[in-house]
């Protein structure tokens, strides 16, 4: 039991690690993040500063190095829209995200379940043809067209439910 955690534990390292390495590599493939953060009307001596100030103006092993170290620490970085840690901006979500995947579970909970029992009992009969061919078809579609034509019907054409702000306990439905 005991070696099992420390193998999954092992696992888990290595998958970061690797995952660290990934992200890494894709966001210097993509060019060079001083185009993003200054700007159009950035001077060459601002380039200079802020590669210097990022370690960007050191090899990429270093680079990578330096990277891992503030992940470590807990340091995310900076936003490049509103230059804020990315960190506090993270915890400042989290409390909605949290409360959103709380509602997600109780309502696929409170449907999944009654739909699952009456496919069970009504196997092989109209019910349960029509509940597997909902939650396939459910499972199939991408989420974000389902989320936009849900919110076309619920928000636009109905009219019964917000499709923006979050103003009150109607709001979490639609993302939910």
Known sequence: MFSLIVD????????????????????????????LLLGQNATKEDYIRLEAELGLDKPLPVQYGLYLSRIVQGDLGRSARSGDSVGQLIMERAPASAYLALVATVIAFFVGVPLG????????????????????????APSFWLGILLIDLFAVRLDVLPAGEFDDWRSIILPA
């Open 117 to 140: 029992v009456l496919a069970a009992v009504q196997r092989g009969r109209p019910w349960d043809a029509a509940i597997t061919a909902g939650t396939v078809l459910c499972q199939a």
């Open 8 to 35: 999954r534990l092992i696992q888990a390292v290595f998958a970061l690690l690797l995952l660290s390495v990934v992200v890494f590599l894709l966001t210097r493939a993509t060019g060079s993040p001083l185009d």
